[in-house]
């Protein structure tokens, strides 16, 4: 730390369960579509490392847990021994530089089509509504869902197991632990919003039953794994991908509550003022009555800069802050925010653009623009 620079709140300490973190700025989970075939890929190493400070956390890009889990290119999975073993490296360098690394684990339910499908069948979800066809967020070409099909109730139990598995080949392949992906209308999400779910059965209908898939899997992951290494990701409000929901701050708080009984290492939402992914707008919800609820760490996310983030965990509306796009485009976004320098601009063309560096591993560092 520069000698004369006063220490800011998000360059405090903080212990995170076991892990003593050095500083609470935490790298978003960011879906970048480089692993090609659904394989991590060498210049990952280079990406995270870049992003990886001593006693820092990063979450991974949305990682799929099994071969029906994907709707996107080029996203990576872990449920392969393949998988496994090209993470390793990526984890790996991480470590090497001190860094606490935790697996996003993923399934896109309806938000996929078949041709991302085994057998070219169709998507499952918790309901067969589909999707209206929408703009992807790599604006190029319409992405075309194929309409989901229902899981039966017989079949949940299979589907919680390979967020078991995946959590367990996380651990393997070295990660300190995992994040489970109940964000952005995703499998987990379309199970709690009753916009999408209309079960009749224990997984639908009341607040408790669109819950309970998403609990089963924290249940169910915490066994195999450990409840200290374990977070989950929410979005109460947000209503991408027609996933909404009609109370979403008493889903939240229920949601927020429940977790306690297991005892997971972290809860991270996202501000209600995401209504889309990549705009913030004003709005008068608030996580405040989550934050207040949840009895371990927090995370917040959404639309953050250097003194907003500061400001909620000075004022205790969050343990950590979560940077999605500026640390995309920031990779030594700690040393900015320390000194207060100038932030590198990102570039949306390029989000999701497969290539192994431009847009990627390029945006340079303060030395380099000094
Ligand atoms: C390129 C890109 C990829 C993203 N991928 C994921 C993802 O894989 N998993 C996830 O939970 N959120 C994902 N998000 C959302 C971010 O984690 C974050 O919540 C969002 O960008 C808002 O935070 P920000 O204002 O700091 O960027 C993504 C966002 C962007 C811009």
């Not at 992003?51 to 029906?68: C, N, P």
């Not at 697996?103 to 938000?111: A, D, E, K």
């Amino acid at each position: 730390m520069g000698a004369e620079a006063p220490t800011i709140p998000l360059l405090t300490p903080y212990k995170m369960g076991k892990f003593d973190l050095s500083h609470r700025i935490v790298l978003a989970p960011l879906t970048r579509q480089r692993s090609y075939g659904n394989v991590p890929q060498p210049h990952a190493i280079l990406y995270y490392s870049q992003r990886t400070s001593k006693g820092g956390l990063l979450i991974s890009e949305a990682t799929g847990v099994s071969d029906t889990a994907q709707g996107y290119p080029e996203t990576p999975g872990i449920w392969t021994k393949e998988q496994v073993e090209a993470w390793k490296p990526i984890v790996d360098a991480v470590h090497a530089k001190g860094g606490i690394f935790f697996c996003q684990i993923w399934h896109v339910g309806r938000v996929s089509n078949r041709d991302f499908q085994p057998n070219g069948q169709a998507p499952i979800s918790s309901a067969d509504k589909p999707l209206t066809p929408q703009l992807p967020s790599n604006g190029t070409d319409v992405a075309q869902f194929t309409p989901p099909r229902r899981l039966s109730t017989e079949e949940i139990p299979q589907v919680v197991n390979d967020f078991r598995l995946a959590a367990r080949n996380a651990i393997e392949a070295g990660f300190d632990g995992v994040e489970i992906h109940g964000a952005h209308g995703y499998l987990i999400d379309q199970f709690m919003k009753d916009q999408v779910n209309d079960r009749t059965d224990q997984y639908g209908g009341s607040l408790e039953n669109r819950c309970r898939f998403a609990l089963e899997i924290v249940e169910a992951v915490a066994n195999e794994i450990g409840a200290d290494k374990v977070g989950i990701r929410l979005s109460p409000f947000a209503d991408y991908m027609e996933s909404g929901d009609s109370n979403p701050e008493a889903l939240g708080i229920y949601m927020a509550d429940s977790l306690n009984k297991y005892g997971i290492v972290y809860c991270h939402m996202v501000e209600p003022r995401m209504k889309t992914l990549g705009e913030k707008c004003e709005c008068p919800q608030s996580l405040l009555p989550m934050r207040k609820a949840f009895r371990g760490t927090f995370l917040v996310a959404g639309g953050y800069d250097r003194e907003e983030g500061n400001n909620a965990i000075s004022e205790n509306r969050a343990d950590l802050v979560a940077y999605g796009r500026l640390f995309l485009a920031n990779p030594d976004l700690l040393k900015r925010f320390e000194l207060n320098a100038p932030l590198n601009k990102y570039n949306r063309d390029t989000f999701y653009a497969l290539d192994p560096v431009v847009g990627y591993t390029d945006y340079p560092f303060l030395e380099d623009t000094a």
